[in-house]
């Protein structure tokens, strides 16, 4: 079945500095990919779709200028964390829209915990 | 008001045999579910997804079973072993959303 790697699975950083987190689609190309967030004991939340070649698009409340998302190859989306402080600690998780062989659609990332120290 | 729903918050198996999660949902438009582990003083682990027009999906020892009629999930893992005992989580939503039960903690007794 299809594939999505995610990477790390997990990230210690000090405030202040930015943190770079990969989303790959191994055996399929992936169109769009989606960003979500969850917080402690929360939903997991949308935070942006990413498609490849063109600007993401993030749900409202989300600072684009903080969270850079690149979607530069139909197999690779990158989050950045930018100036990461310890609000911004949470688990990150992306998808990839694409077709498997039974024509499911969204594949998920293994995810990634993020701590903000 | 509770979308997902794990009613037993802990299970207790021996090893090798079989464990069974379950999750119940309340959306019908709901159509992407996911189960997640999660062991002490780390980040979840996503473990398997199904979407909604399939009722079974295997992963190795995991296998994730569906009736939507029942807005009903389940998370078997077959054999069990000591190192799956976590903290196991079914989410299920949209593109847009997921929503998190609150947990079955899963004990593997060797």
């Known amino acids: 079945g299809a594939v999505v790697s995610q990477h790390p699975s997990w990230v210690i950083c000090k405030s202040g500095t930015s943190v770079k987190i990969e989303c790959r689609s191994l055996?399929?190309?992936?169109?769009?990919m989606f960003w979500y967030r969850q917080f402690p004991k929360q939903s997991l939340m949308l935070m942006a779709t990413?498609?490849?070649?063109?600007?993401?698009?993030?749900e409202q409340g989300v600072e684009k200028d903080k969270f850079l998302i690149n979607h530069a190859s139909l197999t690779l989306s990158t989050l950045t964390v930018t100036s990461a402080h310890p609000e911004d600690s949470s688990f990150y998780i992306c998808?990839?829209?694409?077709?498997?062989?039974?024509?499911?659609?969204?594949?998920f990332g293994s995810g990634t915990q993020l701590s903000v120290l | 008001d509770q979308q997902v729903k794990q009613n037993s918050p802990s299970l207790s198996v021996q090893e090798g045999r079989i464990s069974i999660l379950n999750c119940d949902y309340t959306?019908?438009?709901?159509?992407?579910f996911l189960w997640y582990k999660k062991y002490p003083a780390e980040g979840p682990t996503f473990l398997i997804s199904?979407?909604?027009?399939?009722d079974k999906n295997e992963d190795g020892r995991f296998t994730v079973f569906l009736n939507k009629s029942a807005k009903h999930l389940s998370l078997h893992i077959v054999p069990s072993q000591p190192g799956d005992s976590a903290v196991y989580f079914c989410?299920?939503?949209?593109?847009?959303?997921?929503?998190f039960g609150s947990g079955t903690k899963l004990n593997v007794k060797p």
């Open positions: 989410a299920a939503g949209t593109f847009s959303k997921f929503y």
């Open positions: 959306n019908s438009m709901f159509d992407y």
């Open positions: 199904i979407s909604s027009i399939k």
């Open positions: 998808s990839a829209e694409g077709l498997g062989a039974t024509n499911e659609k969204l594949f």
């Open positions: 055996d399929f190309q992936a169109t769009t």
């Open positions: 990413s498609n490849e070649g063109s600007k993401a698009t993030y």
